[in-house]
């Protein structure tokens, strides 16, 4: 199967697949809770209508998605002794995590209607109306953030010759062997 | 060590993940109980509208389905903009018309909560004024079938009268004359404060009570499957035979 090389090293650990597990199942009970394909009250019930099949895809991806970046963000720092620098924050895990819960504020419309009127209202249809949309984007974010860290393993793994204590000749053979 | 510090890591996440679900419904509880008390306190909400029983209701003014000795009644409170009351008559409500409305155990009341949109309030003039002529239901399913994007016109003005001209034996003069007059504004406006007295903000939901004094209310929220319904309806049939 053609996975990322870092997805393999990552998730070979029992430990990371659990953790991907842990963070992806309460995302997806959110989405589907907020979608309404959840319900806790008067019973107990999960289903899913025919017009919901294209959202419950997408979110299933993008809680999926989320629980692997967290697990290979775990992985990294644990292992690379990567440091999250601003950077990393913004474009890595949680601006994924960030784009995903925004994917499901359309689900909470009435309460940008409440509390900020016309303006809550337009914003509301907007996030209705966009909802695929917005959805896509969020996966597309968080595949991009998938990429940020899988480069981030793959170039921690390269070794980096300490060459001041080599001789000239050393270093021309080394060079010469690449 | 990895293992360890991994593991706790993924409790965090998890434990901070269960404190932002509980906080943000504890801020919800709390937002429609202020909300609740705000419209409990508003002096133009009538309290002679409590409880709902089902000859109150339809004496209001409100669209039923079934039979008016139907021991229970199901207040459904929707918006015609709304893709989740869709999804109810589309999927839920037949099985709970065959099951139980057909069947003479319950009767089906249909309230008016249009906040989904600019254009949802035309929808509900329109619709009231159709159960003028007894045509409000095939004037609810045609809209519900036809659907589109919040406020993307499909409910506008002309539309609406479009799909009033569709129905089969609606009269158009006396449509067009109740719809431009806006003659059930007040009617829906107190439709919206009765929802809002209920903690309703959102659509759909639901109120199931018993028919002759409304007592016994059980509230069900969002455009839940039918075995939900069922389980109430069952539910409050096996105690009106105790």
């Excluded at chain 1, 090293?9 to 963070?23: D, G, H, N, Q, R």
């Excluded at chain 1, 966009?130 to 793994?157: D, G, V, W």
């Excluded at chain 2, 004024?129 to 589109?148: A, P, V």
């Excluded at chain 2, 919206?192 to 409304?214: E, H, R, Y």
Aim: aromatic share 14%.
């Amino acid at each position: 199967m053609l996975l990322p090389l870092s997805v393999k090293v990552v998730f070979s650990i029992l430990t990371y697949i659990l953790v991907a597990t842990a963070v992806a199942i309460p995302f997806w009970i959110l989405f589907n809770f907020f979608d309404q394909l959840i319900f806790f009250e008067p019973i107990w019930i999960f289903y899913l209508p025919e017009d919901a099949i294209t959202g419950f895809i997408l979110t299933t991806l993008i809680s999926i998605l989320i629980g692997m970046l967290v697990s290979m963000n775990i992985y990294a720092v644990r292992h690379f002794n990567l440091k999250i620098s601003r950077r990393s924050l913004f474009s890595g895990s949680s601006m994924g995590i960030i784009s995903s819960v925004c994917s499901s504020c359309s689900s909470v419309g009435f309460l940008l209607i409440s509390t900020f009127g016309g303006i809550g209202i337009i914003a509301s249809n907007l996030l209705t109306n966009y909802q695929t949309l917005l959805r896509i984007i969020s996966i597309a974010i968080l595949i991009f953030a998938l990429y940020y860290i899988n480069k981030r393993i793959i170039h921690s793994c390269v070794l980096v010759y300490k060459d001041h204590n080599m001789t000239t000749d050393q270093k021309n053979q080394r060079n010469s062997d690449f | 060590m990895t293992v360890s510090l991994v593991s706790s890591i993924a409790i965090l996440t998890v434990l901070a993940f269960g404190t932002l679900s509980f906080s943000f419904h504890f801020i919800w509880s709390f937002f429609e109980h202020s909300m609740l008390l705000l419209a409990q306190t508003d002096d133009s909400l009538d309290p002679s509208t409590f409880p709902f029983s089902l000859s109150t209701l339809i004496k209001q003014g409100s669209p039923y389905l079934g039979n008016l000795s139907a021991p229970i009644t199901i207040i459904d409170f929707s918006d015609f903009q709304c893709h989740l009351c869709a999804r109810f008559v589309k999927n839920t409500e037949p099985l709970i018309n065959e099951t139980y409305i057909q069947t003479g155990q319950a009767a089906l009341v249909f309230k008016h909560l249009p906040n989904r949109g600019f254009d949802s309030m035309g929808a509900h003039l329109a619709a009231q004024c159709t159960n003028d002529q007894g045509k409000f239901w095939q004037f609810y399913n045609l809209l519900y079938e036809n659907q589109q994007g919040i406020d993307t016109g499909w409910v506008n003005e002309e539309n609406l009268k479009k799909f009033a001209s569709q129905i089969p034996g609606l009269e158009m003069g006396q449509f067009n004359s109740c719809f431009n007059s806006q003659k059930y504004r007040e009617f829906i406006d107190n439709d919206v404060k009765l929802a809002n007295s209920q903690g309703f903000f959102d659509t759909p939901n639901f109120i199931v009570v018993n028919s002759v004094d409304g007592s016994d209310p059980e509230i069900i929220r969002g455009a839940q499957p039918f075995p939900a319904f069922q389980s109430v309806i069952e539910k409050k049939l096996g105690e009106l035979k105790k």
